[in-house]
């Protein structure tokens, strides 16, 4: 047995004649931060989106606690406790940040459907109270608290990736995918994001994966980086050992 939660075996994505990702394996654990870096190109998004069932691989499984996942959809596998934030905003503008939380919890129904919304039944109002009561936790959690009232197409880019990563952990999520969460944010926000996810990890046992071209901030975070480049794992291990590899310095880190 591998450990990993979620597992990529051997994965291909053709565009053309162009491979964007080249027989990639990468997994990730329960409790584990992991880092996929590389320069623009080296298919990262791309195994984002084949890991979250965007795109189904031209080649290649895909694992979920070592059954595969390969031809789910991404509605079954959020069901199944993935969640994944873009790199471009992916808010319900015209909601508030609280309600964007709250839609995000809404799946699981048993509130009683349309009979008990017409007729505000208790056990609708109890359960969408407590979901209430989740997202404004969460939004406390994530330092945009008193945001919740906001309409989110309203929000700073800052401050709309908190609100992004607060939905996507509102219904506790067992894996996350994080498309550059770190992106126009501050850093007091970076310092919130990076406590968000190490407690998701470490109290909830979720394997969080993230793509994120501040290397300063993966290597902080992160307990094992993977580097891509021309879509093949070109070098993973601790952040210190990545880091201090000729080969990555010479593909993508430079004088970093």
């Known amino acids: ?104 919890q809404e799946w699981r129904g048993g509130g009683g459907g349309l009979t008990a919304d017409l007729l505000a039944l208790a056990p609708r109002r109890s359960r969408e109270r407590a979901r209430r009561e989740r997202g404004e936790q969460v939004l406390a959690d994530c330092g945009i608290g008193p945001l919740g009232a906001a309409y989110a197409a309203g929000l700073p880019v800052g401050q709309a990736r908190m609100a992004e990563l607060a939905r996507a952990v509102a219904d506790p999520p067992r894996v996350l995918l994080l498309d550059e969460p770190a992106s126009g944010t501050s850093a007091p926000e ?14 909830e046992g979720c394997a969080v ?21 021309l879509g093949a794992v070109l070098a993973e291990g601790p952040p210190a050992e990545v880091r201090a590899d000729p080969r990555v310095r ?7």
């Open 1 to 104: 047995m591998s450990g990993y939660v979620l597992e990529a075996r051997g994965v291909c994505v053709r565009f053309g004649g162009i491979t964007a990702l080249a027989g990639v394996d990468l997994g990730v654990r329960a409790g584990e931060v992991c880092g996929l870096i590389g320069p623009n190109g080296a298919g990262k998004t791309t195994l984002f989106d084949v890991l979250s069932g965007i795109r189904r691989p031209d080649r290649g499984r895909l694992l979920l606690d070592g059954a595969d996942i390969t031809r789910s959809s991404p509605v079954w596998r959020a069901r199944h406790g993935m969640r994944r934030t873009f790199q471009r905003r992916q808010l319900f503008g015209q909601l508030s940040a609280a309600d964007n939380l709250l839609v995000a």
């Open 250 to 256: 010479e593909a993508y880190l430079g004088s970093a």
């Open 209 to 229: 994966l993230l793509v994120e071209h501040d290397v300063a901030f993966v290597m902080d975070l992160c307990t094992r980086v993977v580097v891509l480049d």
């Open 190 to 203: 970076r310092e919130r994001l990076a406590a968000v996810v190490r407690r998701l990890a470490a109290e």
